[in-house]
């Protein structure tokens, strides 16, 4: 018999539907939605596709989640996303190049 192993993930989501609203998943799911829009924007002004830019801010958002207990300011979120939705089209631009 084997034990089910609880990720941070889950453990986050069963405390929000537990009525916890203060864990860290829950706080990046309030700031995605209200800050989705404005993000999405600095995407497209990266990319020529809008496609290509809701991928590049997908990418960039995940990427958000895994470091999101790590950003100590969480004021700077907005540069720290730009900065990765950056470094990501950076990264895909210069796959593309070889």
């Known amino acids: 018999m084997t034990t089910p ?3 941070g993930a889950s453990r986050a989501a069963s ?5 916890h609203p203060h864990t860290p998943y829950a706080s990046f799911s309030s700031y995605v939605r209200a ?7 600095t995407a497209r002004s990266l990319t020529a596709n809008p496609c290509d830019a809701e991928d590049l801010l997908q990418t960039a958002l995940a990427k958000t989640y895994v470091a999101w207990e790590r950003i100590e ?3 700077a979120l907005d540069g720290y996303v730009r900065r990765a939705l950056l470094n990501t089209r950076t ?3 210069r796959k593309r190049k070889v």
């Open 5 to 7: 192993v609880c990720t």
């Open 15 to 19: 405390a929000t539907a537990a009525g």
């Open 35 to 41: 800050r989705g829009p404005v993000l999405l924007r």
């Open 73 to 75: 300011d969480h004021r």
């Open 91 to 93: 990264s895909q631009w």
